[in-house]
């Protein structure tokens, strides 16, 4: 075999040597939306690990193309409990776990740029250059993926971000400690076929209760028969059991974001 003169070798390197920056980012990409994914949607609630079915529908080997999991993670899907995750999550969060549902769907070398083909371009929540510099280490970790349900917004809602379980936020504790002991008056006991939980109460009516049940992270909204639950006031439950996750200066810093972004 002839060797090839040396002039060429660059543009043989070129045409046969693979693009391997591009797959390293492919690859981190994917890594990073496999560990958003585990703590924030394979919760066994939603979708369980590597996409296989949980109290939602299976996500792997479905054939998906990557525009409609895009669709789907951005827009959420109406009338289930598939939310837009544009509220928790970040653009780039985004393209990371979408990269990483299509690698379940057999997508190989899925894209990386951010694009939305169905409808309006969805708000995502605002990068650290739009909100107070002394906020940005609060604003991450009110809205930390990687704490999955563990994080703040979880429950709580701020500038149209994250889910309103709880009502919202207008006054700002002092400290980390008062934040942890902070009352919950909304709070109450429902009790239903005999099981006594601690209760968000949504919605009372004659026919049928909506309230979110807090015995467990994420709450679970439940739906039952007026005539089958019962609503006391007072519950054992308290702030401090969901907080677990932060430390007294992660708190400090979460409270210096709402003091800033926070109207009352």
């Not at 780039?92 to 894209?111: K, R, S």
């Amino acid at each position: 075999m002839r060797r090839a003169p040396l002039s060429l070798l660059p543009t043989l390197l070129l045409l046969f040597w693979p693009p391997s920056g591009r797959a390293q980012n492919v690859q981190e990409a994917v890594k990073r939306g496999e560990q958003i994914f585990n703590r924030t949607c394979a919760t066994g609630y939603c979708h369980g690990p590597k996409g296989q079915p949980g109290g939602a529908p299976r996500l792997a080997g479905r054939g998906f193309d990557q525009d409609f999991i895009f669709n789907t993670v951005t827009h959420g899907v109406p009338g289930t409990g598939m939310v837009p995750f544009t509220k928790t999550l970040t653009r780039a969060e985004v393209v990371a776990v979408v990269a990483y549902v299509a690698t379940l769907n057999d997508i190989t070398n899925p894209d990386l740029t951010f694009k939305a083909p169905f409808g309006e371009q969805p708000e995502f929540k605002p990068e650290g250059s739009q909100i107070p510099l002394k906020a940005i280490p609060g604003h991450e970790l009110f809205f930390d993926a990687v704490r999955g349900y563990g994080r703040c917004s979880t429950c709580h809602e701020v500038s149209s971000m994250g889910i309103p379980v709880a009502t919202a936020i207008t006054k700002v504790p002092e400290s980390a400690r008062a934040l942890r002991a902070l009352a919950t008056p909304d709070v109450r006991t429902a009790t239903l076929e005999g099981e006594a939980m601690p209760a968000l109460v949504v919605s009372k009516g004659k026919d049928r209760t909506v309230f979110y049940d807090l015995t467990s992270v994420p709450p679970v909204l439940r739906t039952a028969d007026s005539s089958d639950v019962t609503i006391s006031e007072g519950s054992t439950w308290n702030h401090a059991s969901v907080l677990s996750s932060y430390n007294d200066a992660e708190l400090a810093s979460i409270l210096e974001f709402l003091r800033l972004t926070v109207k009352p």
